[in-house]
């Protein structure tokens, strides 16, 4: 495949979760439970996504030079995605019942708090990739090692 299909994943987890992540923060304020539902299912869709995207990233994690600086780069942004997934699904996972979503109790709030936070620490990661190194790019080879 001439170009890279994880950037094209990343959008959906990332949204989701981002969107999800806000919801719960409004079910503070208010008293039904609409919003904590909407993160409930958003949570489940970024968490199957994600899955997606991150297969599609090992296979772009193969086409970096293992000598280049970008592989330092990748190990932490990939690393980084992993500790996002897992907070969020942990978060999802203290939300069911059975398969039923419940409303979430403070701790999964603040799990999914901590999953946005890591998260936007990572894409900056994925963001040196890409502008930084040349990652998923055409003129890239991935293995330029003028950068440090």
């Not at 959906?12 to 904590?36: G, H, N, Q, Y």
């Not at 280049?68 to 997934?85: E, G, I, T, Y």
């Not at 109790?105 to 708090?113: C, F, N």
């Not at 990572?122 to 991935?142: C, I, K, P, T």
């Amino acid at each position: 495949m001439k170009h890279p299909i994880h950037p094209l994943l990343v959008h959906f987890p990332v949204a989701t979760w981002v969107i999800a992540t806000f919801c719960d923060i409004a079910s503070f304020f208010r008293t039904d439970e609409l919003m904590s539902q909407v993160a409930g299912v958003l949570l489940v869709i970024g968490v199957v996504t994600a899955l997606l995207a991150m297969v599609a990233g090992l296979m772009e994690l193969a086409k970096i030079d293992q000598q280049s600086p970008a592989m330092k780069v990748a190990n932490q942004h990939m690393l980084l995605m992993m500790v996002s997934w897992s907070l969020y699904a942990v978060s999802l996972f203290m939300r069911l019942e059975g398969t039923q979503l419940v409303q979430p109790g403070l701790v999964a709030i603040i799990l999914s708090i901590a999953g946005l936070f890591v998260l936007c620490v990572a894409g900056w990661f994925g963001g040196r990739l890409v502008y930084e190194y040349g990652v998923g790019s055409y003129a890239s080879h991935y293995s330029d090692s003028d950068h440090s």
